[in-house]
């Protein structure tokens, strides 16, 4: 078989694998989900490369030999470690370039409107308080007096427990 058909039997194969990921991600509820969020992201990686870059002859042939090439791949991608050098690398990058200092919101914005909660958030268009209910203070709370008749501190105090 020539590379070009072997190439497309792999890229057929590896979709097909994915599609099939995709599906079972579905199924899963949201703590699993945010559990498996660097699986996830490392096998969108690891089908991103198998579509988009050129592979050797031998690449191919190899993983061609698996039911599920994408899970094979994606393994080695999830164990590979990166040192935390690399980290810190890219964030002496960030420092050195400054370009962020234009691209997010500071603090110091916020803390001369004597907001420090919702900065970033109010800078990208979504107020803090949008959409919050309005809820008196604990110190409003305690100062009501409670009305004739009212017994619900009693009620939680007699609560059943089980």
């Known amino acids: 078989m020539d590379l070009e058909k072997s190439y497309q039997q792999l890229l057929n194969r590896v979709t097909e694998n994915y599609a099939d990921y995709r599906a079972k991600l579905l199924l899963k509820d949201r703590q699993e989900l945010i559990d498996s969020a660097d699986r996830i992201a490392k096998t969108a990686e ?74 970033s958030e109010e800078a990208h268009g979504v107020p803090f308080e949008q959409g919050q209910p309005s809820k008196p203070s604990i110190k409003e709370q305690l100062a009501v007096k409670p009305a004739p008749g009212d017994h619900s501190a009693a009620k939680t105090k007699n609560r059943e427990v089980r």
């Open 46 to 119: 690891v089908f991103q490369y198998f579509t988009t870059k050129p592979l050797t002859e031998v690449e191919v042939a190899y993983f061609l030999n698996f039911q599920n090439p994408l899970e094979v791949a994606a393994d080695h991608w999830a164990n590979c470690e990166f040192e935390l050098d690399a980290l810190g690398a890219v964030m002496a990058d960030a420092a050195d370039k400054a370009d962020d200092l234009t691209l997010y919101p500071l603090a110091a914005d916020a803390s001369e409107r004597g907001d420090t909660r919702a900065a």
